[in-house]
């Protein structure tokens, strides 16, 4: 399997100028963008700039007020997901961590998930074409996690492995409306904005704020892999460990943050969420089990789906829920007094389990739009 290689080319891109000054004897870049549209972008030096020669382009005004009729003359569109309640479709989403908690192999399932159509964590994604930008991996990495979680040849996902930053965006942009791309993948963010100082706020926001507005203009999803600033990777408030000021917290429609839980297993991680959308779960407690990413409780869901009134074995239940045997096991025990355990587990008196009929455990509900609190309240 070969995931298709993504090379840049700013030739391709005629609105790109790049010029030069020399203020204090040091040469330091001055870029100017002009977008297509009406909106645009400019990524200019806080130094003295009186040697540096004039843009190429005038400024175009982004001013257009409306008014409150014109405003309210259309239906409010609806968020379109590109993964259900967490990440959107036109919008730009942070995923953090601890560096070996494992947010670039959570983020690398979500994508092959994405690009196949498949539910991830039990909520649906819209399938679509996936480009990975992995700045800081070896492609022979990135091909070994991509084959990890059953990615196809046939698969419209797209791989770029090497150094890029603010001044390939715009080739980038045209790759992703040629190819109609849904989701871009940036792992990591630090290795791609290049700034000097993570706590200032100015230069966060000179730096991700291209990546916003090209999730606007275009409609994909874009998800940007970063850094925490915490030394243990413990659960704790992600908008304060994240590496970046409040300025990238501020810019982004979502914050999610994959952290350890206190006292669970190597294999545990707890999916925190804070952002614009009441129906994003604030808090879920996932499971790698084999190459899928499952929510705890819809481990239980599935055990609960299999066991019935009559009584059935470990490997019965197994093979019927297609769960892990240490799963089961922690799933068995979570369900508590609704299942009935009955055996020795001996040999010739296995351990048999089954429904208790008085059972009050029912099954999470579907959460809708309408929802504003956790999914399986």
């Known amino acids: 399997m070969s995931p298709q290689t993504f090379h840049p080319d700013p030739n391709t891109i005629p609105t790109w100028t790049a010029l030069s000054f020399r203020p204090g ?6 870029m100017f963008w002009s977008a297509s549209s009406s909106s645009q972008w400019e990524a200019e030096s806080r130094h003295d700039a009186q040697d540096a020669p004039p843009p190429s382009r005038a400024h175009r005004s982004r001013f257009h007020p409306v008014s409150a009729a014109e405003l ?57 074409p996936v480009l990975i930008l992995a700045v800081e991996e070896h492609v022979q990495d990135v091909q070994h ?23 390939d965006l715009p080739t980038i942009e045209v790759f992703v ?67 970046g000021g409040s300025a990238l917290a501020g810019i982004v429609d979502q914050s999610l943050q994959l952290a350890k839980p206190h ?18 779960p604030p808090e879920l407690l996932i499971e790698l089990v084999g190459t899928d990413y499952r929510r705890v409780d819809e ?18 239940l197994l093979e019927v829920a297609g769960v892990a045997r240490s799963a089961f096991q922690r799933a068995i ?23 208790d009929p008085q059972s009050v455990w029912r099954e999470p509900v579907e959460m809708d739009s309408a929802h504003s609190a956790h999914p399986y309240e």
């Open 25 to 30: 004897g040091a040469r330091r870049p001055l």
């Open 72 to 128: 309210l003359a259309h239906e409010p569109e609806s968020v379109t997901w590109v993964w259900d309640h967490y990440v959107a479709a036109g919008r730009l989403t942070l995923l953090s961590a601890y560096a070996k908690v494992g947010k670039s192999t959570f983020a690398y399932s979500l994508a092959v998930a994405a690009t196949q159509g498949r539910p991830f964590l039990g909520f649906p994604t819209t399938q679509g």
């Open 145 to 167: 996690r991509l084959h990890r979680f059953g990615l196809l040849p046939g698969d419209p996902v797209h791989v770029h492995a090497g150094p890029l930053d603010a001044r």
């Open 177 to 243: 409306r040629e190819k109609g791309i849904t989701l871009v993948l940036l792992d990591t963010l630090s290795r791609y904005w290049q700034i000097k100082d993570e706590n200032s706020n100015a230069e966060i926001i000179r730096a991700v704020g291209p990546l916003l507005e090209m999730a606007q203009r275009t409609g994909c999803a874009v998800l940007v892999i970063h850094h925490e600033k915490k030394s243990n990777g413990e659960s704790d408030d992600g908008l304060r460990s994240v590496r």
């Open 263 to 280: 006292g669970g297993g190597k294999k545990r991680r707890v999916l925190k969420a804070v952002g614009r959308y009441a129906e994003t």
């Open 299 to 316: 481990v239980q869901e599935q055990v609960w789906a299999a066991l019935t009134d009559q009584p059935q074995t470990v490997e019965q």
């Open 333 to 355: 025990e979570a369900l508590g007094d609704s299942v009935i355990r009955e055996g020795e587990g001996v040999r010739g008196k296995p351990r048999t389990y089954r429904r």
